[in-house]
């Protein structure tokens, strides 16, 4: 459409060839990768296969899907899970969805479980596999939920280090226990010492933690065990031994999460510097540095908000490979891997949809596998700006600005854009500018869109992280409010159009922002909090603790919870309100939408909520997806009082959606 025949078009009802179809065939997610000699092999979520997880392999142009029809790789250990699977000699093992036992696949051969089948439903989990040298044991995290099995009682599900015989003759060896939590099993080079990382309840992995070495006796026994890096205070991440056995890890102990070797009994670091090489530890199997035999070391390192692939060499010199990226992982999960001479990593930017990548020194970035088909015309997409925006309190949070970009509207002179300020979940977590159709879905319709990495965000220090602690639902949500006003003050965005959503803890921010403040004209809440003591009370072992940090202990500051709980406060709710829930969700369980969707209609406050079915925390069904954009996008037309150009049912508030459920 040439200049003279742009439309002028209210903002938000701008016609866009971004659909809500698009948007929930958003493509692949990339999860766990892993190579196996010159092949390489990774999980891929399928939306339109009802988000079952498949691992394939690639290798020399061909492409093979590795799991059989009837099977989804995923495990449940810490729910969020990660390290579903390892290769070894053309042997794939994997841990089951549906019973969490670990299953050995000869090459185009058929799954065999190798691990007892539980007590109890998924009581046996297994994540974050490593072969010993001789391939005669396999080491992997073991979550062990079924009470029958556990000799002493105990009200959490025990974790330890376990070895598994690949054939499944024997019965699962608990090798290292005593800790709450375990990870990152190791083996060095010669196969001789195991590394690990382990911490305790109330902290998380990035608070604290402690890296183990052991000694590896012919049977796959361990002895000497010693610490060797890590505190309550240290938070170590990735244990890796190099080629030559040297031992390296990533520590925080400068307050930056920088990348160390040990020589000797001493930590050497390659680059003391304010930068961060790590990233908190959701899942397993997480790798930001991958080591290369020129002896240089590739790592994923995120410098002033920002995020670039960088190759350093032992004296400290580094070198940034031009690549068309801006953000390396998917979902802040970065999962390098290296051959010796190349790299293989999940990549994207603002226009670069995710795709895995095989890249070498001097040679442009070889794509291996798309995950998004979307083929989207660049004059659509919204590119970031990248800023520091001061709050109420002289502080600073870091924020990326998406602004309305469409080719084809003069955009009204007379108004300003409604905003919807995206808040990250986690907390503890960051956004980066990787490529997002539910951003671009927005932008693309007349919304300036602003996500916020407010202080508790990785990417920025261990003291900016820090600085949420006591404080969730207070320095979060001020942070999300105070970038959108700054936007208002400078004219970028209409102040009177301003809208929240967040999932997780990114729904408490925008449920809190709505119940404490009167900012917002509506906001959107996937699967988020409502009732703090109720998610203290209800949620699972890897969290349970989480909320001794950022609120305090429970139940000794009990009042505390209830007072920042937007459940107990929607009376102070002015804005309509839309919930989306995931039916079978164990991190946020459906009785918190439930309970503020109470406490809404008690208070006679506009609301929505809708239930999907077969969908856990965080939707990876296609028909989820659509169902929410559509319905969101719907939403916000009533909110702001325009007329989406798509074809959408209306909202009924006051009005909930939820699967039928059998009686009992």
Same mark, same amino acid.
């Given at each position: ?33 892993? &190579? ?10 399928? #939306? ?10 690639? +290798? ?128 060095? #080079? ?31 026994? &361990? ?16 244990? $890796? ?59 994923? *390192? ?12 032992? +004296? ?31 990549? $994207?930017?603002?226009?670069? @949809? ?12 070889? *794509? ?15 590119? /970031? ?17 998406? /602004? ?37 879905? =927005?932008?693309?319709?007349?919304? !300036?869109?602003?996500? *916020? ?7 920025? !220090? ?5 600085? &949420? ?13 105070? !970038? *959108? ?19 997780? !803890?990114?729904? =408490?921010?925008?449920? $809190?922002?709505?119940? =404490? ?12 909090? %409502?009732?703090?003591?109720?998610? %203290? ?17 429970? /139940? ?9 709980? @937007?459940?107990?406060? %929607? ?12 039916? +079978? +969700?164990?991190?946020? /369980? ?49 909110? =702001? ?6 074809? &959408? ?16």
């Amino acid at each position: 459409m040439s200049k003279d025949q742009k439309q002028s078009t209210p903002y938000g009802a701008w016609p866009s060839p971004i659909s809500v179809d698009m948007v929930a065939s958003d493509g692949l997610s990339f999860g766990h990768t892993d &190579l196996d000699d010159d092949t390489i092999y990774w999980r891929e979520v399928r #939306p339109d296969e009802n988000g079952r997880g498949v691992i394939v392999s690639y +290798d020399d142009g061909d492409y093979q899907d590795v799991t059989p029809e009837g099977f989804n790789v995923r495990t449940l250990v810490h729910q969020y899970g990660g390290g579903d699977f390892i290769v070894c000699d053309n042997i794939t093992f994997f841990t089951r969805f549906s019973d969490q036992r670990v299953y050995r696949q000869p090459q185009n051969g058929k799954p065999t479980a190798i691990t007892p089948e539980p007590k109890t439903d998924r009581g046996l989990r297994y994540a974050d596999f490593e072969f010993s040298g001789d391939r005669s044991h396999l080491y992997c995290v073991q979550e062990n939920h079924d009470a029958a099995n556990i000799e002493e009682a105990v009200d959490e599900p025990v974790t330890s280090l376990v070895r598994l015989e690949p054939d499944g003759s024997e019965e699962p060896e608990v090798v290292a226990a005593g800790h709450d939590f375990y990870a990152a099993p190791t083996l060095s #080079p010669d196969g001789k010492r195991l590394a690990w990382l382990t911490w305790d309840h109330p902290r998380m992995p990035w608070d604290g933690t402690e890296l183990h070495v052991a000694d590896v006796a012919y049977d796959g026994t &361990l002895s000497n065990e010693r610490v060797v890096m890590g505190s309550p205070g240290e938070s170590v991440f990735q244990p $890796s031994w190099r080629p030559d056995g040297v031992l390296h890890a990533v520590s925080d102990r400068t307050g930056w999460w920088n990348l160390y070797r040990r020589e000797g009994d001493v930590w050497v670091p390659y680059r003391e510097e304010e930068a961060e090489y790590g990233v908190p530890q959701w899942v397993f199997g997480l790798a930001t540095y991958a080591f290369l035999d020129d002896g240089r070391v590739a790592t994923v *390192v995120i410098r002033d908000g920002e995020q670039t692939l960088e190759l350093i060499a032992p +004296d400290g010199s580094r070198e940034v490979p031009d690549m068309p990226f801006a953000a390396f992982g998917e979902r802040g999960h970065p999962r390098l891997r290296s051959d010796g001479s190349s790299l293989y990593f999940v990549a $994207s930017g603002p226009a670069t @949809p995710p795709q895995l990548v095989h890249w070498m020194s001097g040679v442009e970035p070889t *794509v291996l596998r798309l995950g998004n088909e979307i083929e989207l015309n660049d004059t659509y997409v919204s590119t /970031p700006e990248h800023t520091s925006i001061p709050t109420r309190d002289g502080s600073q949070t870091h924020v990326f600005v998406y /602004p309305p970009v469409n080719p084809n509207i003069d955009p009204p002179t007379d108004e300003r854009p409604p905003v919807i300020a995206f808040a990250h979940g986690g907390p503890t977590s960051a956004v980066l500018p990787a490529f997002e159709t539910s951003t671009q879905f =927005f932008t693309s319709r007349g919304f !300036a869109v602003v996500h *916020v990495n407010y202080r508790g965000s990785t990417g920025h !220090a261990r003291a900016y992280r820090e600085a &949420l602690y006591g404080e969730w639902g207070v320095r979060d949500v001020e942070d999300c409010i105070d !970038a *959108v006003q700054h936007l208002a003050e400078s004219d970028r965005v209409d102040g009177d159009r301003m809208a929240i959503r967040g999932g997780s !803890a990114g729904g =408490f921010i925008a449920l $809190s922002a709505l119940a =404490f403040h009167d900012v917002f004209a509506a906001g959107t809440s996937y699967y988020g909090v %409502a009732d703090l003591s109720r998610l %203290a009370e209800l949620t699972h072992k890897f969290e349970s603790r989480y909320l001794d940090q950022i609120v305090g202990p429970y /139940p000794e500051m009990a009042k505390t919870y209830d007072d920042r709980s @937007p459940v107990n406060h %929607a009376d102070g709710i002015n804005a309509p309100v839309l919930l989306f829930q995931g039916e +079978d +969700d164990q991190v946020v /369980p459906l009785s918190q939408a439930e309970e503020m969707v109470e406490a809404l209609s008690a208070n006679g406050v506009p609301h929505s909520l809708l239930v999907f079915e077969d969908e856990q925390h965080g939707f990876r069904r296609a028909e989820s997806r659509k169902r929410a954009h559509e319905t969101e996008l719907a939403f916000y037309g009533e909110a =702001f009082g325009f007329e989406p150009d798509d074809e &959408l049912s209306t909202v009924d508030l006051f009005k909930s959606e939820a699967p039928e459920r059998p009686s009992h």
